[in-house]
C-alpha cells in the first residue's frame, strides 16, 4: 500500500524470489528538495495481519553540471603523434561528474569531425564514435577514456562529453547541454600538420631518430634546455622544417619571448662521419635541405648559455665546423636570433690545441653556410637568409697549424641574407688569440668569409685578432655584392666595430674582391650594453683601410668610411692598445688610407673617407682616400665624384713614407691608365710629419694618370 506524497511516489516491483525492489518516482512539476512517502506494508501469518511502516526520503536529484577531466591541458589538448614513443599515439582521460547528487552519472561523446575550414558538424549520441571517417577511436571503461590515433588518419577533432542526465531522445538540443570540450590533434610531422613542441623531453625527441630528423616542427612555448646537454648535437643532419611564431621574434635581445628556446648548452661534442669533410658541432650538428624538402628553421630566438669548446687531435684531424645553431646549414633560415646569453659579461671558449694543420670554421648561427638551388621541376630554393641577428661574445684560442674562418653569425657563407636596416643590431664581440705565426685567415664581424648577395646588415661591437689576416668589421674576406637601390629602396650595410687585425685589416671588410654599394663604417665613440666606453678605430700592420684593407678587382660605389673621435695623444708603435691609453681612428703602418689600404686594379665611384689616419712606422705609404694602388697591364679604372677629409698625423717626425692627400701611391702597367674625375682632398697634416714627404693630390706615380676637375687643400696643424 503506497501512499502518496504531493506529487512524489514509489512504485514497486517483485520477482520469483520474493524481492521487491521500490523505485522512487517524481512529478517533474515538483521542485523541493525532498520529500517523503510512509510505505506501509502487510504480513499475514496464519491470517493474522502484521502490519510493518517506514518513512523514506526521496531527494529531488540535480542534473549534472560539470564534467571534470582531471589530466587534461586546455591550452595543449591531446595530442597523439608517432614521434618515438608509443604512449603517444593513445591517452587515457580520467574523469569525475559533478555534483555527487547527480542521479545517472554517466557521460556521452559529441564528436566535430577532423577539418580545417568551416564544415557541418556532426554529432553521435553514444559511447564509441563508429564513423569511418573519424580520426579517432574512443574507449569507455569507468571513469576513464581512451583515446586512440586511427591508422593514417590526421588532423584534429573536438570531443564533447556530455551528461546522459540530459539526453531525453535523438532529438535532444546538444547546444543547450553543458559540456567538457576535449581537443584532441594526430600529428603526422608534415608541414599542413607538425610536430608541436612544449616541453625539453619533446624537443630532444627530435634527434631520436633519422625519419625523426625530417620531420616538421613547432615549438609552442619556451623550451628551457638546461641539463640536457649529453644530448647534443640532436642527431647528425636535421632536413625538417623548424618554427615558432611571429610572436617570439624581435625581442630586442635580452628579455626573452615566450616562443623561445633558452638555456641551450654550448655543444661540446663534436661528430664526425667516416668519409664526410669535417666534423661538426651546434645544437644540430648539420641542418640539410634535400631533393624532397626545402628545410626551414624561422620564427624563433635561440639562447645559449656559457661553454667550452675543446677540438683536440681526437678530432680525427678533420676540418672544423662550429656553430651554436649549427655547424654546418644548407637551408632557409627567417626572422631567427642566435643569443649567446651571458655576451654583456662573460664569452664562450673554444680551445685549439691540435698539433695538426686544419681549418677551423665558427659562427654563432653556423661554422658554414651554403646556398644550393635545386634543379628539378618544384625548383626547391635550398639558401636564403631574411631577417637574422645574433649577439655573440667568444674568445677563441687557435694554434699556429690552424687557418681559421670566423664571424659573429657566420664563419663561411654562400648565399643571399636581407636584414632591415636601423630596425636590429647585430653585437659581437670576438676575442682570438693565436700561438704562434700568420697563416690565412678571415675574421668577420658578421661573417668570416663571404660570396653572395648581402643587404641591410648592422654591426655594432669589436673584432680583436691581432696576429691574424684579413679581418673586418662586416667580413673577412668578400667575392659577392653588398648593398642594392631595389623596389625604390636602398638596402645599405652598416658597420661600427673596432678591429684589430695584422695584415688585410678594413672597417667594413679585410678583403675585397667583390663589389660594395652603400656601405657605410661610422667609426665613433659608443656605449655597449655593459656601459663600457668602445673608442672605435681600425688598427693593423700592412693594408689597413677605413672601409676596406685590401681590394683587388672591387668595385665601389655610394659607400664611405667615417670617423668623429678627435684625440690628442699620439700611439707608438709598441703602444698596448687597450680602452685607456690609444687614440685614434685608422692606425697602421704600410699602406694606410682613409678608403683603402691597398687598392689594385680598383674601381670607385661616389664615394669618401672622413678620417683620422696614424701612421705608425717610418715608411710606407699613407692616402686620406687609398694608402697604395696599382693597375695590371692594360686595364683602365677609374676614380670617380669621391673625396677625402683626413687628419694625418704620425710618432715619428722623420717619416720617411710617401703622403699624398688623395693617394700615397699609384703604379700604373703598361697601357694601364687610372682616371681621377671630380675628386678632391682637404687634408690636416700633423707638424710632426716631415712635409719633404708630404706630395699634394698624390704622393708618387709610376705610369700614366688622367686626372679631371680634382683639387686639394692641405694645413699643417699642431693639433694630432
Known amino acids: 500500500d503506497i501512499i502518496p506524497a504531493r506529487g512524489a511516489w514509489i512504485e514497486f516491483e517483485e520477482d520469483n524470489n520474493n524481492i521487491i525492489t521500490l ?18 506494508g502487510v504480513v499475514y501469518d496464519y491470517e493474522i495481519p502484521y502490519i510493518l511502516t517506514c518513512n523514506l526520503i526521496i531527494l529531488n536529484p540535480e542534473l549534472v553540471k560539470e564534467i571534470k577531466v582531471i589530466n587534461y591541458d586546455e ?22 561528474v559533478l555534483e555527487e547528487t547527480a542521479f545517472n552519472k554517466e557521460y556521452g561523446y559529441k564528436l566535430y569531425e577532423a577539418v580545417w575550414s568551416d564544415a557541418e558538424f556532426k554529432y553521435v549520441a553514444g559511447e564509441e564514435i563508429v564513423e569511418e571517417d573519424a580520426i579517432i577511436s574512443l574507449n569507455k ?67 631520436s631518430s633519422l625519419v625523426a630528423m625530417t620531420k616538421h616542427y613547432q615549438i609552442m612555448q619556451t623550451i628551457n634546455l638546461n641539463n640536457y646537454a649529453s644530448y647534443l ?82 678530432n680525427s684531424n678533420r676540418d672544423v665546423y662550429i656553430g651554436l645553431l649549427a655547424g654546418k646549414m644548407e637551408s632557409n633560415l627567417e626572422n631567427v636570433s642566435v643569443n649567446y646569453t651571458s655576451y654583456k659579461t662573460s664569452s664562450i671558449s673554444i680551445v685549439n690545441n691540435t698539433s695538426t694543420e686544419r681549418k677551423i670554421s665558427f659562427g654563432a648561427v653556423a661554422g658554414e653556410y651554403n646556398f644550393v638551388d635545386n634543379d628539378d621541376a618544384d625548383d626547391i630554393l635550398k639558401g636564403n637568409v631574411k631577417n637574422v641577428y645574433s649577439n655573440i661574445s667568444a674568445n677563441i684560442l687557435v694554434s699556429d697549424l690552424t687557418c681559421l ?105 679585410g678583403s675585397n674582391f ?39 678587382g672591387g668595385v665601389i660605389q655610394y659607400s664611405y668610411a667615417m670617423s668623429y673621435i678627435k684625440r690628442e695623444a699620439i700611439v707608438t708603435l709598441n703602444s698596448e692598445l687597450d680602452d685607456n691609453s690609444y687614440f685614434g681612428d685608422i692606425l697602421g703602418q704600410k699602406n694606410v688610407g682613409g678608403l683603402i689600404g691597398r687598392a689594385e686594379n ?30 695590371d697591364d692594360n686595364v683602365v679604372k677609374s676614380i670617380l665624384a669621391s673625396f677625402a677629409v683626413s687628419r694625418i698625423v704620425s710618432e715619428n717626425s722623420n717619416l720617411a713614407s710617401n703622403v699624398g692627400e688623395l693617394i700615397g701611391y699609384v703604379e700604373c702597367g703598361a697601357s694601364a691608365t687610372l682616371a ?24 708618387d706615380v709610376v705610369g700614366s694618370i688622367d686626372s679631371t676637375a680634382c683639387f686639394y687643400m692641405s694645413d699643417k696643424t699642431d693639433s694630432s
Open 405 to 509: 674562418i670566423a664571424g659573429g653569425m657566420f664563419g663561411k657563407f654562400n648565399g643571399e641574407m636581407l636584414g632591415q636596416e636601423d630596425e636590429l643590431l647585430n653585437n659581437v664581440k670576438l676575442e682570438i688569440v693565436r700561438n704562434g705565426s700568420l697563416t690565412t685567415d678571415s675574421i668577420g664581424g658578421l661573417i668570416g668569409e663571404f660570396s653572395g648577395q648581402l643587404y641591410g646588415m648592422q654591426v655594432v661591437g669589436q673584432v680583436n685578432a691581432k696576429k691574424f689576416s684579413n679581418v673586418g668589421g662586416l667580413i673577412g674576406t668578400n667575392t659577392g655584392l653588398l648593398g642594392e637601390f631595389r623596389n625604390n629602396t636602398i638596402y645599405r650595410n652598416l658597420v661600427n666595430v673596432r678591429v684589430e687585425g695584422e695584415n688585410n685589416v678594413g672597417g667594413l671588410i
Open 141 to 207: 571503461s569507468d571513469n576513464i577514456i581512451r583515446v586512440q590515433a586511427k591508422e593514417e588518419k590526421v588532423g584534429r577533432i573536438i570531443i564533447k562529453l556530455y551528461p546522459m542526465d540530459a539526453i531525453t531522445s535523438e532529438n535532444t538540443d546538444f547546444a543547450e547541454i553543458i559540456s567538457t570540450d576535449i581537443l584532441v590533434v594526430v600529428e603526422s610531422g608534415t608541414v599542413e600538420n607538425p610536430y608541436t613542441i612544449y616541453n625539453a623531453d619533446e624537443f630532444v625527441a627530435i634527434g
Open 75 to 96: 591550452d595543449k589538448g591531446i595530442r597523439l603523434n608517432d614521434l618515438g614513443d608509443e604512449l603517444r599515439t593513445s591517452y587515457d582521460l580520467y574523469v569525475n
Open 233 to 314: 648535437p640532436l642527431g647528425y643532419e636535421f632536413g625538417g622544417v623548424f618554427t615558432g611564431t611571429l610572436s617570439s621574434y624581435k625581442n630586442n635581445f635580452g628579455d626573452q619571448a615566450r616562443y623561445s628556446i633558452i638555456n641551450i648548452p654550448v655543444c661540446s661534442n663534436l661528430i664526425g662521419v667516416e668519409g664526410e669533410e669535417g666534423s661538426f658541432g651546434g645544437l644540430f650538428a648539420k641542418v640539410q635541405s634535400t631533393d624532397e624538402v626545402s628545410t626551414n628553421i624561422s620564427n624563433i630566438d635561440f639562447y645559449f648559455k656559457n661553454g667550452i669548446i675543446n677540438i683536440t687531435d681526437d
Open 676 to 699: 681621377l674625375n671630380q675628386c678632391y682632398a682637404r687634408t690636416y697634416i700633423s707638424s710632426l710629419i716631415n712635409e719633404d714627404y708630404v706630395y699634394n693630390l698624390i704622393a
Open 23 to 40: 523505485t522512487a518516482k517524481m512529478d517533474s512539476s515538483m521542485t523541493a528538495e525532498r520529500y517523503e512517502v510512509v510505505v506501509t
Open 514 to 552: 667583390g663589389a660594395i654599394n652603400y656601405a657605410r663604417v661610422e667609426n665613433y665613440e659608443n656605449v655597449d650594453n655593459s656601459n663600457e666606453v668602445l673608442y672605435a678605430l681600425v688598427y693593423g700592420q700592412e693594408n689597413v683601410g677605413g672601409l676596406i684593407g685590401y681590394d683587388n
Open 602 to 631: 680598383t674601381a670607385i665611384a661616389s664615394s669618401f673617407a672622413y678620417n683620422r689616419i696614424q701612421h705608425l712606422a717610418d715608411s710606407g705609404y699613407v692616402g686620406g682616400l687609398i694608402g697604395s694602388a696599382s693597375l
